[in-house]
């Protein structure tokens, strides 16, 4: 069946613009996680959502960064005011939660210029 | 705070020796050990976890509670297992995932 996907696959914006990535997870999973990671580094957490609430928000870096999940499938992670720090691979994975192997999706390649 | 500890970089072996990537943890609690795999151009996926014992693709990983270690290791490495490869955990009662920067591991024929 269909994995986990990710729209856009790159994304160029200019410092302070507004962004949007999406994630589809697969099918009937109900856990939901968005990484962030950059050049050189592991992924790192940023949300986990558990049907559509956000069950964990820890690694939200600061208010600029927000995410939806508002009918518990599709995802969007939203940034505001981008900087030139966020540029990053940004990951989604899903899973069927309670400690269930996580999906990767394929990445969204976010460039702030 | 948890961390996840890859002291290799870069790793390079010849075809049909042994390999192991070094991982070390810091957590005070039972956690769960990980390692994932990136081949070229694919996305991150599980190559195995402590719990389920399993040998994945010849790899094997034990945990050393004692050390606080997680290697992962092969017998004779193939050229094929030339990738990333990350260390990662989760504490106990949250599902994220903690990763290590990863070591990127060269087979060379």
């Known amino acids: 069946g269909a994995g986990v996907s990710q729209t856009p696959s790159n994304k160029v914006t200019e410092k302070g613009k507004y962004v949007e990535l999406r994630c589809d997870p697969i099918?009937?999973?109900?856990?939901l996680y968005w990484y962030r990671q950059s050049l050189g580094q592991g992924p790192e957490f940023l949300i986990y959502f558990q049907g559509t609430g956000a069950a964990d928000d820890s690694g939200l870096p600061n208010d600029r960064f927000f995410a939806v999940r508002p009918e518990g499938s599709v995802s969007t992670l939203k940034i505001q005011r981008t900087e030139r720090g966020d540029s990053a691979v940004y990951l989604c994975?899903?899973?069927?939660?309670?400690?269930?192997?996580?999906?990767f999706g394929p990445g969204t390649r976010l460039t702030v210029t | 705070a948890q961390r996840v500890t890859q002291p290799e970089k870069l790793l390079s072996v010849f075809k049909g020796a042994p390999v192991e990537l070094k991982c070390n943890y810091s957590y005070s609690g039972s956690p769960e050990l990980f390692w994932y795999v990136q081949y070229s151009r694919q996305r991150l996926q599980l190559l195995l976890r402590?719990?389920s014992r399993e040998s994945i693709k010849g790899f094997t990983a034990d945990l050393n509670k004692g050390e606080t270690s997680f290697h992962l290791k092969k017998p004779f490495a193939q050229e094929e297992d030339s990738a990333m490869y990350y260390c990662a955990l989760t504490q106990g009662g949250s599902e994220k995932l903690v990763f290590g920067k990863g070591t990127k591991l060269t087979v060379n024929p």
């Open positions: 994975a899903s899973s069927l939660g309670n400690s269930g192997e996580q999906y």
């Open positions: 402590h719990i």
């Open positions: 099918s009937g999973h109900t856990a």
